[in-house]
Antibody, heavy 124, light 107 residues
Framework: EVQLVESGGGLVQPGGSLRLSCAAS????????MNWVRQAPGKGLEWVSY????????YYADSVKGRFTISRDNAKNSLYLLMNSLRAEDTAVYYC?????????????????WGQGTLVTVSS | DIQMTQSPSSLSASVGDRVTITCRAS??????LNWYQQKPGKAPKLLIY???SLQSGVPLRFSGSGSGTDFTLTISSLQPEDFATYFC?????????FGQGTKLEIK
């Protein structure tokens, strides 16, 4: 069964740091691009970051650029998100999601599956 | 950034109804449009990818259509388990962006 399990969330003070992890199983992790997506309480979905299968291509949302760092360890089947200089507005459930691509010439891509999420609360 | 606008934001319907949710992109995104369903306290689940392709395991009552800037998600006959929030997402370019969501409630 393809599965993603996030961990590392919790309560942190403004300005603090936290590292999230996403453990992958049931598929060959090293072959897939990955994403982090977050959802503030009662709000919609916000894409946070993308990393290619070989870590050579990385993208960030402007709202986290310079503060968050995405990385992966293919030997450990794990994805990470290091979050520094946290703000109250970073409070959210953070999901990792596998990026699937249809290599048909158009290279459509979508997120499937998603992990169950881990809650990050930034508050004093 | 590409803005995604869904309508309506909420919708009340009955079991057996046909329901259509609309998603509009601020610029052309070809068919780079995905639909997700989210139930309270759960992760989003992929329903439709590339505008009209049904994800494996998703019931045939779900369908997607559209291209360019205007897209629709249709549920042909609502079932009790379909009451949830639905999000569209563009994967044409980063930052990938989502619609604000459509909450489908029981009438």
């Amino acid at each position: 069964e393809v599965q993603l399990v996030e961990s590392g969330g919790g309560l942190v003070q403004p300005g603090g740091s936290l590292r999230l992890s996403c453990a992958a199983s049931g598929f060959i992790f090293s072959r897939y691009n990955m994403n982090w997506v977050r959802q503030a309480p009662g709000k919609g979905l916000e894409w946070v970051s993308y990393i290619s299968s070989n870590s050579r291509t990385i993208y960030y949302a402007d709202s986290v650029k310079g503060r968050f760092t995405i990385s992966r360890d293919n030997a450990k089947n794990s994805l990470y998100l290091l979050m520094n200089s946290l703000r109250a507005e970073d409070t959210a459930v953070y999901y990792c999601a596998r990026d699937l691509v249809e290599y048909s010439g158009y290279d459509y891509n979508w997120f499937d599956p998603w992990g169950q999420g881990t809650l990050v609360t930034v508050s004093s | 950034d590409i803005q995604m606008t869904q309508s309506p934001s909420s919708l009340s319907a009955s079991v057996g109804d046909r329901v259509t949710i609309t998603c509009r992109a601020s610029q052309s995104i070809s068919n780079y449009l995905n639909w997700y369903q989210q139930k309270p306290g759960k992760a989003p689940k992929l329903l439709i990818y590339a505008a009209s392709s049904l994800q494996s395991g998703v019931p045939l009552r779900f369908s997607g259509s559209g291209s360019g800037t205007d897209f629709t998600l249709t549920i042909s006959s609502l079932q009790p388990e379909d009451f949830a929030t639905y999000f569209c997402q563009q994967s044409y370019s980063t930052p990938y962006t989502f619609g604000q969501g459509t909450k489908l409630e029981i009438k």
